[in-house]
């Protein structure tokens, strides 16, 4: 079946710097990614739609300056946090859909991002 | 009416029960939903696509109701390794390809 990679799986960052977080799809091209954060014991939250080629389509509430995503080729994503703030810290997952349009998402392993 | 609504349980049930979890939808247009299955600090993984009136595989049955706008997953002779939140996935009514999650039901199977 379909693989997505992500890495890193953990990060540990100091309040300020910026974290950058990967999404491959391994055995299909992928046009669109999607990124999501889930905060404990709380569902998963789509932050935006990746678009490869295009600029990212973020979800109302989601700041696109804070959370950069890039999709420069049709098998990678990226998910940029700059200036992190503790409060961003979350378990940050990106998926993608492939082949048809019916087809389900599959989800990288995610990123668990601690900002200290 | 919410893009996907889900009973959060938890649902404590002994091993060797039949339970059932209720998914309702409001994009009368979907065509394809999923069932996830998402254990704790981990990422979903899928469980059941379904893409006409119901699948099944092994001891999982998923059904859908479009009149009523729901789906089902039906689980049999649980196990303590189904113990997780099982996420119900619908398409988002406004296009993009987008999937919207449902916020999960807790399954706890005990001996």
């Known amino acids: 079946g379909a693989v997505v990679s992500q890495h890193p799986s953990r990060v540990i960052c100091k309040s300020g710097t910026s974290v950058k977080i990967e999404c491959r799809s391994l055995d299909f091209q992928a046009t669109t990614m999607f990124w999501y954060r889930q905060f404990p014991k709380q569902s998963l939250m789509l932050m935006a739609t990746s678009n490869e080629g295009s600029k990212a389509t973020y979800e109302q509430g989601v700041e696109k300056d804070k959370f950069l995503i890039n999709h420069a080729s049709l098998t990678l994503s990226t998910l940029t946090v700059t200036s992190a703030h503790p409060e961003d810290s979350s378990f940050y997952i990106c998926?993608?859909?492939?082949?048809?349009?019916?087809?389900?998402?599959?989800f990288g392993n995610g990123t668990r991002l601690t900002v200290t | 009416r919410k893009e996907v609504e889900q009973d959060p349980g938890p649902f404590n049930v002994p091993e060797g029960a039949t339970v059932a979890f209720n998914c309702t939808y409001s994009n009368s247009a979907s065509q394809s939903f999923f069932w996830y299955r998402q254990d704790c600090r981990k990422e979903p993984k899928l469980l059941m696509s379904?893409?006409?009136s119901g699948n099944e595989d092994g001891r999982f049955t998923a059904q859908l109701n479009r009149a009523s706008q729901y789906i089902s997953l039906l689980i049999r002779d649980s196990k303590l390794s189904d113990s997780a939140t099982y996420l119900c996935v619908v398409p988002f009514s406004g296009g993009y390809n987008k999937l919207i999650f449902g916020a999960g039901t807790r399954l706890a199977v005990h001996p």
């Open positions: 379904v893409y006409s």
């Open positions: 998926s993608a859909r492939g082949g048809s349009y019916n087809s389900p998402l599959h």
